[in-house]
């Protein structure tokens, strides 16, 4: 069974810096992968979408990621944090069906 | 503007009880989806619908039931609440049936006691 892995499940930046959150899978195809992002008290909205047809998507507020799929991997970044980027970060895959990693609480330090 | 609409924000409920978590798409979709929520799980599918009148178990369907009686609507039922059944509950919906793109409602905060 296909399994997604989401590094860290707190991470913590300051105002300004640069935020990463990593995503590891387990499918041996590259499948299509998903970033969601879920504010306080609301559901979660997508935030960009990877295919095979580039190793950089650009989101929403921001944030893009980049595809290495040498690694299986996707890393989810945002060149400078700010105050209304604190929330919880889902990875998503594809490769039959959609499975979701558990989770990154982004917190960010005035 | 989108939407998918969880009637209730905050539930709590009895052991035992029957409990419907009832959730309206405005957006004509095919495909609606019911997620449990759990820190440190993440979001697991409970139960699926492709269709009116159609359904299909997710991973974790043991305890539930659904109802998809109007393409809008469709509704997560807990037969005989337990404790452990106590969660966020998240409904979802998609145009596409690969579902590559989920809508979600705000949540259902569900405390069985």
């Known amino acids: 069974a296909q399994s997604v892995t989401q590094l860290g499940s707190h991470v913590s930046v300051s105002e300004g810096a640069l935020v990463l959150l990593r995503c590891n899978y387990s499918?041996?195809?590259?499948?299509?992968l998903f970033w969601y992002v879920q504010y306080p008290n609301q559901g979660l909205q997508l935030l960009l979408k990877y295919t095979s047809a580039a190793t950089l998507v650009k989101g929403i507020n921001g944030f893009e990621a980049e595809f290495k799929k040498s690694e299986t991997s996707s890393h989810l970044t945002k060149p400078s944090a700010h105050m209304s980027d604190a929330a919880e970060y889902f990875c998503a895959v594809i490769n039959e069906k959609l499975t979701f990693g558990t989770g990154t609480r982004l917190t960010i330090i005035p | 503007d989108v939407k998918v609409t969880q009637s209730s924000r905050y539930l709590v409920k009895r052991t035992g009880e029957k409990v419907f978590l009832e959730c309206v798409q405005d957006m004509d979709h095919e495909n609606m989806f019911w997620y449990r929520q759990d820190p440190g799980l993440g979001l697991r599918l409970i139960y699926f619908?492709?269709?009116?009148?159609?359904?299909e178990k997710g991973d974790i369907p043991e305890g539930y039931s659904v109802s998809r009686e109007k393409k809008e609507r469709f509704s997560l039922i807990l037969e005989s609440a337990s404790t452990n059944q106590t969660s966020m509950y998240l409904c979802?919906?998609?145009?596409?049936?690969?579902?590559?793109?989920?809508?979600f409602g705000s949540g259902t905060q569900l405390s069985v006691l």
């Open positions: 979802a919906s998609s145009f596409l049936p690969t579902n590559e793109k989920l809508f």
């Open positions: 619908s492709y269709d009116v009148k159609m359904k």
């Open positions: 499918s041996s195809v590259p499948p299509y």
